[in-house]
């Protein structure tokens, strides 16, 4: 009993999407037995109601279960799927506003690889000038300037000290920042999260802005450009191997 109506109810619905379709149709067309379609879809989809209320009552209170749990699972994966889309779109958004400040650090030209992944940030340099002339054929730069680029002014220690902490300061959701640059037949490796680097400063380093100058007063002449102070943190934040 319960799949005849339920067969009948599918029936009807059709019957009243045709009916009512070809009903306008025909009143558009000012057709004289517009009125007899109206009433056919009428029947139609008097005779669904009727079947599905006649199929909800042979319905038993287990099979109402099954469906209704069917239909909050259904409805919970929906969520779930239009969630996911939404975090895989802002990490998306995060990753490129990420590379786009990052390529402009210093020695930017000459990073290999930027990846972001619950924030943390990985930055790798190439290791050689053969390695950076391979995967940018048409640039300028030589192998001189290469060389001159990481071994001229303590260049590595400034990097290796600022532009972690650079990145802490522009990103805030960012926790860590891990920074490998090969170079001359070492490996100069940072690894800074922002829990010690604040502590190691004392301030934070998410309230420092290069607008007001507290970039340059509280870090960046302190800590870059004073030797002590520099080798100190780079001691501290820096494997050399």
Do not use: C
Request: aromatic share 14%; charged share 30%.
């Amino acid at each position: 009993m319960k799949i005849f109506f339920s067969f009948l109810f599918v029936i009807a619905i059709i019957a009243t999407f045709v009916l009512l379709i070809t009903s306008l149709v025909f009143r558009f067309k000012k057709k004289t037995n517009t009125s007899k379609y109206f009433k056919f879809t009428g029947i139609a989809f008097a005779l669904s109601i009727i079947s599905l209320i006649i199929v909800n009552m042979n319905m038993t209170p287990q099979e109402k279960q099954e469906i209704l749990a069917k239909q909050q699972a259904e409805e919970k994966q929906k969520t779930e799927e239009k969630q996911k889309a939404k975090e895989q779109k802002e990490a998306e958004e995060k990753q490129k506003e990420f590379v786009s400040y990052a390529q402009n650090i210093r020695g930017g030209n000459f990073i290999k690889d930027m990846k972001l992944n619950n924030n943390e940030a990985e930055i790798t340099f190439h290791d050689s000038f053969v390695s950076y002339k391979s995967a940018n054929p048409t640039s300028t730069n030589t192998e001189e300037q290469y060389k001159q680029y990481f071994s001229t002014g303590d260049a590595i220690e400034k990097m290796s000290v600022s532009e972690p902490a650079r990145l802490l300061r522009q990103f805030p959701n960012l926790n860590t920042v891990k920074m490998t640059l090969p170079f001359d037949g070492k490996t100069y490796s940072t690894s800074l999260d922002r829990k010690s680097l604040n502590s190691y400063l004392g301030f934070k380093i998410e309230d420092l802005k290069v607008e007001d100058q507290s970039w340059s007063k509280k870090f960046n002449n302190p800590y870059v450009y004073d030797k002590k102070k520099r080798m100190d943190f780079f001691e501290k934040f820096v494997t050399t191997y």
